[in-house]
């Protein structure tokens, strides 16, 4: 059984944890500089206080001065950092890890420099300045509390080599957690990061019918939400696309599942709901007080990127109209006029 | 304005009169021999009793014995019946139809004539005995007492002729009723017919959560609901592969935006719960008694095409998992083990 460093004890990060030390593995939670609070619990009385859940035997938690030795005899390193912290791992570890270490990174998110989007595992690898480094991404629908309660989980693991894909996926498959392995990371990457921001637009039209006065049940805004589900689909397709990956990818665990999965309530539903009440992007954001919007992250880098592909004549005009009006309602403080014509390239 | 006859009263049928009456036409009602107490509402007071709504007054709502005068003179005709009335009506117009009549049909399901499946346009067109007829297919995420709410809705109308699709479209389409027109229904109607049993299964998690002592929450069974969503996606393009349809259907309204408006409750999903609960299938039909379940239909008939293309070796042993086991729970009274390993064609 291997000995396994996980750098980052949030939810993902640390719930990452069970099916490894499920399968036998002993596994260093390491914290980063946000996680000293966790790492003192669960050292005091073994309770992941965001989980709330008892952390298992197999878990030994280290503050972030103990990733040196915690890395010394590990025989692969899952990154449980946030996309924020994607670089500053990076650079962290660069003088730390050993060549061919397998590596793992669960964070959800694209990385916009100015002229084109990557996706993280590409800008982890330039942050490490290691080129032999193959970071397997980790994505597909995921709530981390409940795969810390071991429900049975579908995932894709995915690294353009398929031996780097392979070797982490054997070190974290078991009977609840299933793991498919893909060598094509970047429809995978896309898909997990674009689908914070759909989810929040699948959200709004909840609180639309909300604020007319509607109540739960089966007549409400569904097929709103559903025609905004299937053109969430149709552009995450055209943004792998740009990046040069496999559009089908879109279309299952990483792309449709993981974008169901995320529009099971969680912050960004709530945001979404909340924009669709009415609320001003500035209210909206005030009433998640403290809480991370990933959503508005990813809606800010699609953007800026879509403004200068359409610039440059990469992308038409009338390409991407969701995520645009989702960018309008999170920032701009528009009112919720989905352009339904431009959706599937035009009604007709 | 047109003059369009609707044959079938039930909610889908009637709802689908209120885009065109919006558009100025004149729609003439017709109910099957199962709507008379639909029909004697409506002439009554005006309401539709299962959409509990007042009927537009555009809507002249007519028993069956007045097909033929209200055919006399209509522009277009959509069937609102069910797939099991799809042969019945077929007959019943054969006589009637003026060559070329714009014809529509709502009705979702699959024929199996013991030899291969088959798309219900296509069954509908031997039914009437006429070559040269388009049926166009309606599809597409639209809970009927949604649409008649003028609740925003995107749908597809598809037939291998795109002009016969976009006539019908131009009847239809209004500022909440988005029409996409599209000529390949072979992919619509699959996706339209499989999302009810698929959708049954994507519920049955919460059955098994829910026996299991669960709550509500964003803590349940949400990992295993979206990778069998997943799931039920992969599985529909491989039906329509089967069929010689375009598999990306799958991946937009009609098979990803359908399955996810069918997965807002609804019957199919209350049955799947029941299921999820460790009902046997006769207990969980009697609770949903006198509820007509159309995943059980098309199970019935995937079923046994399934079996007669696995023995013709069109389709692998390993194909169609979810479909396969998704019987098992529905007729077999088999215990809830999905068969996960076999997803996305095996993991690893």
Redesign the interface.
């Known amino acids: 059984m291997a000995t396994i460093t996980i750098l980052g004890a949030g939810m993902m990060g640390t719930a990452f944890a069970w099916p490894l030390v499920d399968r036998g593995h002993a596994v260093r939670l390491v914290g980063t500089h946000l996680d000293d609070a966790i790492i003192e619990s669960i050292r005091d009385s073994r309770r992941h206080p965001k989980l709330d859940l008892v952390v298992p035997a197999g878990v030994t938690a280290l503050p972030l001065s103990e990733l040196e030795s915690a890395l010394d005899g590990s025989d692969a390193i899952a990154l449980g950092v946030s996309s924020a912290g994607v670089r500053w791992a990076g650079e962290r570890l660069a003088p730390l890890l050993d060549e061919g270490l397998p590596l793992a990174m669960v964070a959800k998110g694209l990385d916009w420099n100015g002229e084109k989007l990557r996706i993280l595992p590409d800008a982890l690898r330039d942050a490490l300045g290691r080129g032999g480094v193959e970071p397997v991404a980790v994505a597909?629908?995921?709530?981390a509390?409940?795969?810390a309660?071991r429900?049975?989980?579908?995932v894709l693991f995915a690294a353009r080599s398929r031996a780097a894909a392979?070797t982490w996926?054997e070190f974290a498959?078991g009977p609840y957690y299933?793991?498919?392995?893909d060598d094509e990371p970047i429809g995978v990457e896309v898909c997990a990061a674009l689908k914070n921001a759909y989810a929040m637009g699948v959200a709004v039209p909840a609180g639309v019918h909300r604020a007319a006065g509607g109540g739960a049940?089966?007549?409400?805004?569904?097929?709103?939400?559903?025609?905004l589900?299937?053109?969430s689909?149709?552009e995450m397709?055209r943004v792998i696309e740009l990046l040069g990956g496999r559009v089908?990818t879109?279309?299952?665990?990483a792309g449709?599942?993981?974008l169901?999965?995320t529009c099971?309530?969680?912050r960004t539903g709530r945001f979404g709901e909340l924009l669709g009440r009415g609320f001003a992007p500035e209210e909206a954001r005030a009433q998640m007080a403290g809480a991370t919007l990933e959503c508005l992250e990813i809606l800010s880098v699609l953007r800026r990127a879509t403004e200068a592909y359409r610039r440059s004549g990469v992308l038409g005009p009338d390409e991407l109209p969701l995520a645009e009006h989702l960018a309008e309602l999170a920032f701009d403080g528009a009112r919720v006029n989905?352009p339904?014509?431009r959706?599937?390239r035009g009604?007709?």
């Open positions: 597909g629908p995921c709530i509390g409940e795969l309660r429900v049975p989980t579908c392979e996926a498959r299933h793991v498919f392995s049940g089966s007549i409400g805004l569904h097929n709103t939400e559903a025609a589900f299937a053109q689909i149709f397709r089908d879109a279309s299952f665990l449709v599942g993981d169901d999965v099971n309530g969680g989905w339904f014509a959706f599937f009604e007709a």
